[in-house]
């Protein structure tokens, strides 16, 4: 054939154009007169590209030097649908043209244009196209694409595309499974991310793996799922431990409350970090406690008023109490409580943040955990114990959502991850929830900042950590991500005794 796209653009652009000046005409008239001329307009320039049908058929890279206003004539005369931009409707006219590679001849092709140019007609009667580019591709298509099936959802098709799929089923779009080319071409066309479709807000975010580097088998922590059943028999004490930045603004707080997480976990023994209270405070913010936790014991800062703070709430009586670690340079910020119980040594502990520009690295690394670890070790002697609460560090790249980003942030430097693991771990304390879910990715620490809460981007930063000997009697360690309040959500222990 003489032509090279098979049909010649001034021949279809002028078509194009005559048709367009009368869906113009007919609307400018209400749609109310006869539209046997707009069926010989439509027949009419089909006949004008039948003639060059086979070319196209015979070289589909035609198709690719096709302006979007010949691809969408063209589309309109085979009554298919005509959205997109061009990569869409390139797809399209291909995916029809190898329909039509069994043989249907020309006139049978002019006669179905004939009708759907009739339908086509009525359906512009009776419905306002909607934009030009709203997407008919189905978000469960994508879903197959980014394997997260667990976020599929439907997106709307126009009212003309429902329409005209009911008047021709052999355009209906079918699910496929896209080539790698393709997939990158719908995500693009979609304008959809893998990432954001990991973090698109939901009502429980923690249930979607969120990690910028996930490795395989790793999973989200979803306390709904993957705790253990309750224990039905046998002694156990049921530990929660609780950054609240600020405990005054916390029992204001009009959401979930610190007395209703007592209603609903039911713990023995409730410690804070963080609460901000001077010493004058604690007397007042003791009269809000529930009954049956008449057993409370408070340290404040002395340094820096409003800042810093620990708590041990309890309904059972220790057999000693005491503050701070021993040692003045530490224990005047009120970061250290320490509880004896028949079993065990509680330590609830805030260790402090190494702070913007790390001013204070060096300070947490070289005497705070060392001497924080010889305290421990030094209890250990006459019985186990149970260190927790905030202690300010991601120990590995699964404790937090971007560790490539943060390689110099505080609270996962290596600095400060060396630190923990000489001063704690290989010191034989166990970090229990990695213990029982070493591939679990759940974090409870999300910064206000960048509002990382609702799209589960946060640290791990709580913990508890026990004695060796302690290790086989944890039943459960968890985290509770749906309670707000703070920037930081409670974890538990629950131990047999």
């Known amino acids: 054939m003489s032509s090279k796209r098979g049909v010649s653009s001034s021949t279809k652009s002028a078509a194009a154009a005559s048709f367009v000046d009368d869906k113009k005409d007919n609307k400018l008239k209400g749609m109310s007169g006869d539209c046997s001329e707009d069926v010989l307009i439509e027949e009419s320039c089909w006949k004008v590209q039948s003639v060059k049908f086979q070319s196209i058929k015979d070289d589909p890279a035609k198709i690719e030097a096709m302006t979007v206003q010949e691809l969408r004539a063209t589309l309109r005369k085979f009554g298919v649908p005509t959205k997109g931009r061009k990569g869409d409707l390139v797809f399209a006219l291909k995916h029809f043209m190898g329909k039509k590679k069994d043989g249907e001849n020309s006139q049978e092709l002019e006669e179905r244009v004939s009708i759907n140019s009739l339908k086509n007609i009525s359906l512009q009667k009776n419905t306002k196209r909607t934009s030009e580019e709203s997407c008919i591709v189905s978000i469960d298509t994508v879903s197959e694409v980014s394997g997260f099936k667990k976020s599929k959802r439907r997106m709307k098709q126009s009212p003309v595309e429902d329409e005209i799929v009911n008047v021709d089923t052999e355009i209906a779009t079918t699910k496929r499974k896209l080539s790698n080319t393709e997939i990158a071409t719908t995500k693009r066309k979609l304008s959809i991310k893998t990432d954001d479709l990991i973090t698109l807000p939901q009502a429980e975010p923690w249930t979607v793996l969120a990690h910028k580097k996930p490795q395989k088998g790793w999973i989200p922590y979803n306390p709904r799922t993957i705790r253990p059943a309750p224990l039905t028999d046998g002694n156990s004490v049921k530990l929660m431990s609780w950054n609240v930045n600020g405990l005054r603004a916390l029992l204001k707080f009009e959401g979930f409350s610190a007395l209703e997480l007592a209603q609903r976990e039911n713990f023995d023994v409730l410690c804070l970090q963080e609460t901000k209270l001077q010493d004058k405070d604690v007397d007042s913010v003791k009269q809000c406690l529930i009954d049956g936790y008449e057993n409370s014991f408070w340290t404040c800062s002395n340094a820096k008023l409003g800042y810093?703070?620990?708590?041990?709430?309890?309904?059972?009586?220790?057999?000693?109490?005491?503050?701070?670690?021993?040692?003045?340079?530490?224990?005047?910020?009120?970061?250290?409580?320490?509880?004896?119980?028949?079993?065990?040594?509680?330590?609830?502990?805030?260790?402090?943040?190494?702070?913007?520009?790390?001013?204070?690295?060096?300070?947490?690394?070289?005497?705070?955990?060392?001497?924080?670890?010889?305290?421990?070790?030094?209890?250990?002697?006459?019985?186990?114990?149970?260190?927790?609460?905030?202690?300010?560090?991601?120990?590995?790249?699964?404790?937090?959502?971007?560790?490539?980003?943060?390689?110099r942030s505080a609270g996962f430097t290596e600095e400060e991850r060396r630190s923990f693991?000489?001063?704690?771990?290989?010191?034989?304390?166990?970090?229990?929830?990695?213990?029982?879910?070493?591939?679990?990715?759940?974090?409870?620490?999300?910064?206000?900042?960048?509002?990382?809460?609702?799209?589960?981007?946060?640290?791990?930063?709580?913990?508890?950590?026990?004695?060796?000997?302690?290790?086989?009697?944890?039943?459960?360690?968890?985290?509770?991500?749906?309670?707000?309040?703070?920037?930081?959500c409670p974890i538990g222990l629950v131990l047999k005794v």
């Open 308 to 407: 810093s703070g620990t708590a041990i709430i309890s309904r059972i009586k220790p057999l000693s109490v005491c503050y701070g670690l021993g040692i003045p340079d530490h224990d005047s910020e009120g970061r250290v409580v320490t509880a004896e119980f028949d079993s065990f040594y509680l330590v609830n502990t805030y260790v402090p943040n190494s702070g913007d520009g790390l001013k204070r690295l060096s300070y947490r690394t070289t005497q705070w955990d060392p001497s924080l670890s010889n305290y421990m070790k030094e209890l250990e002697k006459s019985k186990p114990v149970i260190l927790t609460g905030d202690l300010n560090c991601a120990h590995q790249e699964i404790d937090i959502y971007n560790p490539a980003g943060n390689k």
């Open 421 to 488: 693991g000489s001063n704690f771990l290989s010191k034989g304390f166990v970090d229990t929830f990695r213990k029982q879910h070493p591939n679990a990715v759940g974090y409870t620490y999300w910064g206000y900042r960048h509002g990382g809460r609702k799209t589960n981007r946060g640290w791990r930063l709580d913990y508890f950590l026990v004695s060796e000997s302690i290790a086989d009697d944890v039943h459960d360690s968890y985290i509770a991500p749906d309670v707000n309040g703070s920037d930081h």
